[in-house]
């Protein structure tokens, strides 16, 4: 299904006209709304902005692809930074694996990430069981309903940044650095 069948617009609606139905549609699904669905509301957002976007709509156009910047494309550009900088910050690129220290960063930074994940994971499991034992507050269930949506949108974002690490550790495959290991007993 395309994103034209999605968003129920004709494939040569014009500018306007997508951006009509676009505020129509996430109005109906605002999270701030006492019905809103948080999850709807970013999906539409993100099919909106392809078709928003020329020359995102005319990539789609082409070639059915949604997202300009790939995970491969980000992945791509975080992992040429990192090359950089391990190459940098090298004492002595000919003895220093440089492959391995890229891992060893690389690995460093899912860790990171995975840790923060695991708090946000944490933090809702508690705002759940606040939320349940909550009586008769409609003010402060609505702010528990707040801190779970942004700590679910927090978790779907690490989840990609995840993604995209696991796709740099891929990218590096099984790649091979000569150096010269020295041989400090002599």
């Given at each position: 299904m395309s994103l034209y069948d999605d968003l129920n617009i004709d494939k040569n609606a014009s500018y306007s006209e997508i951006k009509e139905e676009y505020k129509r549609?996430?109005?109906s699904h605002h999270p701030d709304?006492?019905?809103?669905?948080n999850e709807k509301f970013v999906e539409l957002k993100e099919k909106f902005e392809v078709l928003l976007s020329p020359d995102r709509r005319k990539k789609y156009d082409e070639t059915g692809d949604t997202n300009v910047n790939s995970v491969e494309n980000q992945a791509m550009q975080q992992l040429s930074q990192v090359f950089k900088a391990v190459i940098e910050n090298s004492t002595n690129v000919c003895?220093?694996?440089i492959i391995e220290n890229m891992k060893t960063h690389i690995n460093n930074a899912l860790s990171r990430v995975n840790k923060?994940?695991?708090?946000?994971e944490d933090n809702k499991k508690k705002y759940i069981e606040v939320k349940s034992r909550m009586k008769n507050n409609e003010n402060l269930i609505s702010m528990i309903d707040g801190f779970l949506t942004e700590c679910n949108f927090n978790i779907?974002?690490?989840?990609?940044e995840v993604n995209k690490i696991d796709t740099m550790l891929k990218i590096i495959g099984n790649a091979n650095y000569e150096?010269?290991?020295?041989?400090?007993?002599t």
């Open positions: 549609m996430v109005k709304k006492k019905d809103g669905n003895s220093d694996n923060h994940i695991d708090i946000l779907k974002n690490l989840n990609k150096y010269e290991e020295w041989d400090f007993k």
